[in-house]
T-cell receptor, first 111, second 120 residues
Framework: TQLLEQSPQFLSIQEGENLTVYCNSSSVFSSLQWYRQEPGEGPVLLVTVVTGGEVKKLKRLTFQFGDARKDSSLHITAAQPGDTGLYLCAGVNTGFQKLVFGTGTRLLVSP | EPEVTQTPSHQVTQMGQEVILRCVPISNHLYFYWYRQILGQKVEFLVSFYNNEISEKSEIFDDQFSVERPDGSNFTLKIRSTKLEDSAMYFC??????????????????FGEGSRLTVL
């Protein structure tokens, strides 16, 4: 069974602070995706990282895929209340039959 | 913008009853999925479907569950005899067939807004 552990589980910060969310596994994934989910809605894709060591930036969000393709991180600079939500990493296994979701990180950014 | 639509948005049923959750995937997508999320817990894979057959299923997807693509547009999840622990948000998703390295599908999964199932 492929498991993706995210840390921290919960994060409550003030507007303007920086934060990093980690996604770790003992399994190798061919690619890794980050989703954000708001209450009552389905997950929405933020980014896909494919190459080990790859770094992608999406405005104030920076995503990194580990060299061994077993882990990833999401860094948010100068967090805003609109960043509040559940952040999910999800790994794509080789041959892709399914997307395995991580345990999730719930972020609350207060004004 | 094309989207995945799910019905019903909320269904309440008695334990032991059959439930059918419906999904209309994005029209040019070839891969279809059902996931579920018990309140406060992680999103769990149930089943993937491609070329009119199940391509993979999880241990959650036992004999009480079945999927069907009856008419080329709808994708349904049936739970034959619901249990209390089936209460969850059920998400349908679809994706294009985009082959990346190692043959993996690195295409984005588009999720519906979910169907909340409450089993009493």
């Amino acid at each position: 069974t492929q498991l993706l552990e995210q840390s921290p589980q919960f994060l409550s910060i003030q507007e303007g602070e920086n934060l990093t969310v980690y996604c770790n596994s003992s399994s190798v994934f061919s690619s890794l995706q980050w989703y954000r989910q708001e209450p009552g809605e389905g997950p929405v894709l933020l980014v896909t990282v494919v190459t080990g060591g790859e770094v992608k930036k999406l405005k104030r969000l920076t995503f990194q895929f580990g060299d061994a393709r077993k882990d990833s991180s999401l860094h948010i600079t100068a967090a805003q209340p609109g960043d509040t939500g559940l952040y999910l990493c999800a790994g794509v296994n080789t041959g892709f039959q399914k997307l395995v979701f991580g345990t999730g990180t719930r972020l609350l950014v207060s004004p | 913008e094309p989207e995945v639509t799910q019905t019903p948005s909320h269904q309440v049923t008695q334990m032991g009853q059959e439930v059918i959750l419906r999904c209309v995937p994005i029209s040019n997508h070839l891969y279809f999925y059902w996931y579920r999320q018990i309140l406060g817990q992680k999103v769990e894979f149930l089943v993937s479907f491609y070329n009119n057959e199940i391509s993979e299923k999880s241990e959650i997807f036992d004999d009480q569950f079945s999927v069907e693509r009856p008419d080329g547009s709808n994708f349904t999840l049936k739970i034959r005899s619901t249990k209390l622990e089936d209460s969850a948000m059920y998400f349908c998703a679809s994706s294009e067939a985009l082959r990346g390295r190692f043959g993996a599908n690195t295409g984005e999964l588009f999720f519906g807004e979910g169907s909340r199932l409450t089993v009493l």
